[in-house]
């Protein structure tokens, strides 16, 4: 089993940035590939970025050039640098993993989840 535990949401102002953080625990061998995932009120879960491998990296439009993911393998945490951000960023944020090694954004894909949170971008 794995745990995940995001952290560093908020409500900022248009053109902010937020880190936001998943540290992993458990069978941390099980968290090969990892991603963000949001989902705003009366929409689908979106994939933002995924990581696979500490390196390979993909992101949705909506987050290329704006959004980085990156992993801190000393301290099982996963994170998500957010800049720029813009009102239709507004949503809660997951944390997932999945130990096998796709590098992909379907949420379907995904065995472990974090409970969530939330990010509010206002104007």
């Known amino acids: 089993q794995v745990q995940l535990e995001e952290s560093g949401g908020g409500s900022v102002q248009v053109g902010g940035s937020l880190r936001l953080s998943c540290v992993v625990s458990g069978n941390t061998a099980s968290s090969v590939r990892m991603a963000w995932f949001r989902q705003a009120p009366g929409k689908e879960r979106e994939g933002v970025a995924a990581?696979?491998?500490?390196?390979?990296?993909m992101y949705a439009d909506p987050a290329k050039g704006r959004f980085t993911i990156s992993q801190d393998n000393a301290n099982n945490t996963l994170y998500l640098q957010m800049n720029s951000l813009k009102p239709e960023d507004s949503a809660m944020y997951y944390c997932?993993?999945?130990?096998?090694?796709?590098?992909?954004?379907?949420?379907?894909?995904?065995?472990?989840w974090g409970h969530g949170t939330q990010v509010t971008v206002s104007s």
């Open positions: 997932a993993a999945d130990p096998v090694p796709w590098l992909r954004l379907d949420p379907s894909t995904y065995a472990y």
């Open positions: 990581i696979v491998s500490f390196s390979n990296t």
